[in-house]
Each structure stands twice: as structure tokens, then as C-alpha cells.
């Protein structure tokens, strides 16, 4: 299989959180838009199964609890959990490209890291700073610099 077709195969994880409203090559300005009219229970839902991730684990890497999110069923997510779902999105297509799929990715985020004080990448994942973080070292990675 071609490089090419294994990107094309790559699910797009923008798209499963926002149920199609979005996809890795929207607009910001419609990415806003989104975050600020919410994104669905439902889409987290979809994310949760593709990265084989409990909507607990979710829940946690948003900055919020499960309670939260099983009671607004129907209504859509705060602003503000709706673009740490957008973020952790984007991030989670960063991650599995670089370690190939979703797998290696879930591996890594649970594996201890130096660069996260021996603590496994997952557990900074509910802030922008260690989302940041997290994307620095996957950087740094890819550039050769070890982790």
C-alpha cells in the first residue's frame, strides 16, 4: 500500500467528533463557529469507539467529568469543552500519523515519559499547555531528538 493510501484510510478525526461538520482542512472561522455553538455528546461517543478510549478517559482529557456529558445526552457541550474535544481531535491525528495508528498512539500516551516528569502523556492532556506539550515531544520526535 502506498504512503498515499494509507493517509487516505487514515480516519479523520476532526470529522468523527464533530459528526461531519468538520474536517482537517475546514476553515478556522467554521472550526470556531462550531466550538461555539457545541459539539454532541454523539460525536464524542463516535471518537471514543474509533480510539478505543472509555468515555471516561474522554471526559478527563476534556477537562470535564462523565456525568457531565452523559446528562447533556442531546444538548450541545460549553464552548469550552467543545474545543478541547476539537483539540484533542486534532491531536489524536497528529499523534496516529506519527506512531502509524491508533494503537502506537494509545500506547505511547500511556507509557511513562521522561519529558512529562515519568508521568504517561495522557495525564496532560486536559490542558492546552500539555497539549502543547505532548505535540512538542511528537515534534521533537519526528526530528529525531528522543523522548
Not at 75 to 88: D, G, R, T, W, Y
Amino acid at each position: 500500500m502506498s504512503t498515499l493510501q494509507q493517509k487516505s484510510t487514515r480516519p479523520d478525526f476532526l470529522n468523527v467528533v464533530t459528526l461531519g461538520k468538520l474536517n482537517t482542512h475546514s476553515n478556522p472561522m467554521a472550526e470556531i463557529a462550531t466550538a461555539q455553538i457545541g459539539i454532541t455528546t454523539a460525536g464524542l461517543r463516535a471518537f471514543s469507539t474509533l480510539m478505543h478510549w472509555e468515555m471516561g478517559v474522554i471526559a478527563k482529557a476534556l477537562g470535564t467529568t462523565e456525568r457531565t456529558l452523559l446528562r447533556n445526552k442531546e444538548k450541545p457541550l460549553n464552548k469550552q469543552i467543545s474545543e478541547n474535544a476539537l483539540e484533542v481531535a486534532r491531536l489524536s491525528s497528529f499523534g496516529a500519523a506519527y506512531f502509524d495508528n491508533i494503537d502506537n498512539w494509545n500506547t505511547w500516551l500511556d507509557t511513562p515519559n521522561v519529558q512529562f516528569d515519568n508521568q504517561p502523556p495522557r495525564s496532560m492532556m486536559n490542558s492546552i499547555r500539555g497539549r502543547e506539550l505532548i505535540r512538542r515531544v511528537i515534534n521533537g520526535l519526528q526530528y529525531g531528538f528522543t523522548a
